[in-house]
């Protein structure tokens, strides 16, 4: 059989069993009424114990979501929605204000232990590997279960360089003040359907403030977890890097296998003031659902980063391997004169998995430059589109934009689409755009498969190279659970 | 003693076209074939069909590698059973550090004969006497495998990986092609240096000039499909004086 046949007919077979972190944890948790309403709204602030000014802003949310209508102008295609039949709160009921890790239910902390999260702090994060001898590098984790936080690693520590990472839900109760300053202030209420409806109802997620001049000590890391049946996550993320500080944060997501579709409608802002830097990290490995296309998550996450202050900087790296269907454009608005945006993405689908990404460039300082490197790879029956904005206001003088897209087809039942937008207002700004498709090259594997490669090895070899530029940027200890994640993703032999 | 490589009365076609039309050759262990052939005689062919590219498939016949049938073999596992390949126009790997394509090749194979993986330290040394006697830089070594690599260099990286990987059969094919007169010297002795009583090497060529740093025990003459002539070195010789005309004849 030629081999690149043979490629297509293993990656038919990968589906639903090559997904590893399918498994459910049996807790018992603690629902919010099914459907939406200002009722639910209310309970879900009330569980948190909100200022009142939150309970006013979600409503305000919920009232102008019911006014919206669901955006249609993306390449996927699924049933319609629901809303009614969603649980919007979901969380272990063991979990009502863990103090420390030794009250955290022991179920829990098994399923992050299978899931190679660390929540002991003497731990490092599974398929870590550093030379002998070399210090292993130290993550902090917050680790959000369902709806809620259920515990963030190495606090005391952060605190001492004031570093603040703590659940979203505390930190409306322990800094409402920075809190109130930023939410919603790049990616506002009214912003789309999906971060409207994440303003309404977001339960949790991670709140990092990185204060003046500081390099934050340790890498930052958030964990998602759906596990209960008919349950939207909805968190929300907020980070403000203050004047000269540096912060690198990772996400990491994964789900049970289950037969429905789960709903994920996550907003993260970013706000980096003068001279600070954010490096925002995203391994995404949401269940895809099975070969024929049932179940999986439908991933609408709304993503913008705010180069707020001059020279500051953002850059978003993603690797992207679950969901049925993902739709997201980690973003950057170059507001502060010379501020710079990144954008490094991989993009792997298989099976019946549709993906619909991108981002978006939006020069409005003199000066600001951004890149774009994203690499599509696309097998099975997927279909795999890049969408991107790249513009320019009218006082963006001189402003630059780098773009490469490339796009691997393996097999050919499988799509690659390119869909970029160019605007530019202000004649001074230099904005290039390379784009390349190709098919996985029979004759490459044959030669590596000469050479004493099986096939598999030879496709994840190929795939492997194709995505270096990208693989490069991400924070070494994660580049090689990445690099082993990308291989399972196409061969599922691996593991 | 079992020859190294034995070829029965083979047929292959590509997309239903028959080129190799009974070919027989017995190469044994120790030994330096030659075959030589006019352009289009199915000399690459005959690389392709033993080595199990895609879309050459063997109709009659048989073709055996230490007693074991080729045929029934996967790419990989030919190359693991000790078959090399120096292909005319090696391929690029973007992105594909040339070192860590070596490393992934080797450890591939012993793994697939139950042997240990090769140390990094290990491999890192022994790839550096292979560099020094290719006279190679290493510096190329950390490119991607072949990209940007000029003919020269390519040829060279081929018989690096020959000498690192040490096949039971190499079969060389048009080595010669591209290379300058110094890169030449270089690659045949490193070919050379591989000549050993366990190994068996098949030179693939058009032109005598290889043969003159590559000295064959058994040259084979290839017209049509198949082997026409075999003789010893001198015959090399003589078809730079003839040429193939009077093969290409004697096969129409």
Same mark, same amino acid.
């Given at each position: ?197 994440n303003s309404a109802v977001f339960s949790d997620g991670s709140f990092v403030y990185i204060p003046p001049g500081v390099r934050c000590p340790m890498e930052l890391s958030t964990y998602f977890r759906i596990n209960e049946k008919n349950t939207g996550q909805f968190e929300r993320t907020l ?33 980096? =003031?003068?001279? /600070?830097?954010? *490096?925002?990290?995203?391994?995404? #490995?949401?269940?895809?659902? !099975?070969?024929?296309?049932? +179940?999986?998550?439908?991933?609408f996450v709304t993503k913008r980063g705010d180069c707020r202050g001059a020279n500051s900087k953002i850059s978003w790296t993603q690797v992207e391997t679950g969901s049925a269907i993902t739709w997201k454009y980690p973003s950057c608005v170059l507001r502060g004169d010379n501020s710079r ?47 991107? =904005?790249?513009? /320019?206001?009218? *006082?963006?003088?001189?402003?630059? #934009?780098?773009?490469?897209? !490339?796009?691997?087809?393996? +097999? ?84 | ?252």
């Open positions: 059989m030629a081999a690149v046949e043979e490629t297509v007919e293993q990656v038919r077979r990968v589906g639903a069993d090559q997904y590893k972190y399918g498994f459910i944890t049996d807790i018992e948790s603690d629902l919010a009424p099914k459907g939406l309403s200002e009722e639910v709204i209310r309970f879900i602030s009330a569980k948190k114990d909100e200022p009142e000014w939150m309970l006013e802003w979600r409503l305000e949310a919920y009232r102008r979501w019911l006014t919206m209508t669901e955006p249609k102008w993306a390449r996927v295609d699924y049933p319609a929605i629901d809303y009614q039949d969603l649980y919007y709160y979901a969380a272990p009921k063991s979990t009502a204000g863990p103090k420390s890790l030794d009250e955290v239910d022991p179920e829990l902390l098994r399923t992050y232990e299978k899931l190679g999260i660390p929540l002991h702090e003497r731990e490092i994060l599974a398929g870590v590997e550093r030379p002998e001898g070399e210090e292993r590098p130290r993550v902090a984790v917050d680790a959000v279960f369902d709806s809620v936080s259920v515990a963030t690693t190495f606090k005391e520590e952060l605190k001492k360089s004031g570093v603040i990472f703590c659940p979203i839900s505390e930190a409306l109760r322990e800094h409402p003040e920075l809190v109130r300053k930023y939410l919603g202030t790049v990616v506002p209420t009214s912003d789309n359907y999906f971060a409207t409806l980070i403000i890097a203050d004047r000269g500080s540096y912060v690198s944060y990772l996400e990491g997501c994964t789900a049970p296998k289950r037969d429905e579709n789960q709903l994920h409608a996550a907003v993260v802002e970013l706000v980096a =003031l003068d001279d /600070a830097e954010i *490096k925002y990290s995203t391994v995404q #490995n949401w269940y895809p659902g !099975d070969e024929n296309g049932k +179940g999986g998550i439908y991933n945006g990144e954008f490094y993405s991989i993009a792997i689908s298989n099976g019946r998995q549709q993906v619909d990404s991108g981002t978006k460039m939006i020069h409005l300082g003199k000066g600001t430059t951004s890149r774009i490197i994203s690499k599509g790879i696309s097998a099975g029956r997927s279909s795999n589109a890049y969408r991107g =904005l790249v513009s /320019a206001h009218r *006082k963006a003088e001189g402003a630059r #934009n780098f773009t490469n897209c !490339d796009s691997l087809l393996i +097999g050919d039942a499988c799509s690659a689409h390119t869909i970029p937008y160019i605007e530019a207002k202000n004649p001074s700004c230099v904005f290039e755009h390379e784009a390349t498709t190709s098919k996985i090259s029979e004759d490459v594997l044959f030669y590596c498969m000469q050479r004493g490669l099986s096939q598999e090895d030879a496709t994840a070899l190929v795939v492997n190279g194709f995505v270096r530029d990208v693989l490069q940027q991400l924070p070494m200890e994660f580049a090689v659970e990445a690099q082993k994640l990308i291989s399972v993703s196409l061969e599922g032999s691996v593991g | 003693m079992t020859a190294l490589l034995e070829i029965r009365d083979l047929k292959a076609e590509i997309a239903g076209k028959q080129i190799l039309n009974g070919y027989d050759l017995t190469v044994k262990a120790g030994e330096v074939h030659a075959i030589m052939g006019p352009n289009g005689s199915g000399k690459s062919t005959l690389s392709y069909v033993l080595s199990g590219r895609p879309g050459y498939k063997i109709t009659e016949g048989q073709a055996l590698l230490a007693g074991a049938d080729l045929s029934q073999m996967s790419v990989d596992e030919r190359a693991a059973a000790g078959l090399f390949l120096a292909f005319q126009y090696p391929l690029e790997v973007p992105g594909v550090a040339t070192m860590t394509f070596l490393r992934a090749a080797l450890n591939a194979q012993r793994k697939k004969r139950g042997e240990e993986e090769m140390s990094s330290p290990d491999m890192i040394k022994r790839v550096k006497e292979l560099a020094k006697i290719l006279d190679m830089d290493m510096e190329m070594l950390r490119r991607p495998v072949n990209v940007g690599f000029s003919g020269g260099e390519k040829k060279r990286a081929e018989t690096l990986q020959m000498m690192l990987l040490e096949p039971k059969l190499c079969i060389l094919d048009e080595t010669d092609s591209g290379l300058d007169i110094d890169a030449l010297k270089v690659v045949s002795n490193g070919v050379n240096q591989l000549r050993s009583k366990d190994r068996g090497i098949v030179v693939i060529t058009h032109y005598q000039r290889l043969l003159d740093y590559i000295t064959p025990d058994v040259v084979h003459v290839q017209s049509a499909g198949r082997i026409v002539r075999t003789g010893g070195k001198e015959l090399a010789l003589e078809l730079e004086e003839t040429g193939y005309a009077r093969y290409q004849s004697e096969a129409a």
